[in-house]
T-cell receptor, first 114, second 113 residues
């Protein structure tokens, strides 16, 4: 089944403790992206990757890192998490980063930073 | 990406058709019209997209006005599982990854049994 898989689905952690949210897709998609969703603010893009080894900042990249060493994986790294990064995170992928391509989303990761 | 305007909420009855409107008066000639929906506790789900002509797929139909300044997502026979927030999004054909998908507030569709 074609899918985008995120792990973990839920995480409660403390300020400053490094964490990684993994994202994997099995559709051989070139483009991958991370969003965060906050009440009243909708989904906002954090980082995106047009292809392997190519990543770039979205609208709200501060406090996050990403890497794209393989086509299928696009982990989101919080080096020193802070409470304002408490949010619902979604990974998405599409065949290419073009406007006529539908994006496929994971089921989300709910992070709570205490 | 140009802006879209949708009603905050709509209500419909189960097994009846639902027409969800979207206005996009500043749409450009290269903007695709996308619809996504988000069910409670799930990630956004692609529904349909189009450029100029009406489009049909297994989930829904998309009717695009001749001047492209508005569009309507049509669910032919709503079920309780269609209760979700529906987002109408414009995306330039060049994509440009930095744009991402700009999700507004969408329309909260309520389905009554």
């Amino acid at each position: 089944e074609a899918q985008v898989t995120q792990n973990p689905r839920y995480l409660i952690t403390v300020t400053g403790k490094k964490l990684t949210v993994t994202c994997s897709q099995n559709m051989n998609h070139e483009y991958m992206s991370w969003y965060r969703q906050d009440p009243g603010l909708g989904l906002r893009q954090i980082y995106y990757s047009m292809n392997v080894e190519v990543t770039d900042k979205g609208d709200v990249p501060e406090g996050y890192k990403v890497s794209r060493k393989e086509k299928r994986n696009f982990p989101l790294i919080l080096e020193s998490p802070s409470p304002n990064q408490t949010s619902l995170y979604f990974c998405a992928s599409s065949l290419w980063g073009l406007g006529n391509q539908p994006q496929h989303f994971g089921d989300g990761t709910r992070l709570s930073i205490l | 990406d140009a802006k879209t305007t949708q009603p905050n909420s709509m209500e419909s009855n189960e097994e009846e058709p639902v027409h969800l409107p979207c206005n996009h008066s500043t749409i450009s000639g290269t903007d695709y019209i996308h619809w996504y929906r988000q069910l409670p506790s799930q990630g956004p789900e692609y529904v349909i997209h189009g450029l100029t002509s009406n489009v049909n797929n297994r989930m829904a139909s998309l009717a695009i006005a001749e001047d492209r300044k508005s569009s309507t997502l049509i669910l032919h026979r709503a079920t309780l599982r269609d209760a979700a927030v529906y987002y109408c999004i414009l995306r330039d054909e060049s994509g440009g990854g930095a744009d991402g998908l700009t999700f507004g507030k969408g329309t909260h569709l309520i389905i009554q049994p």
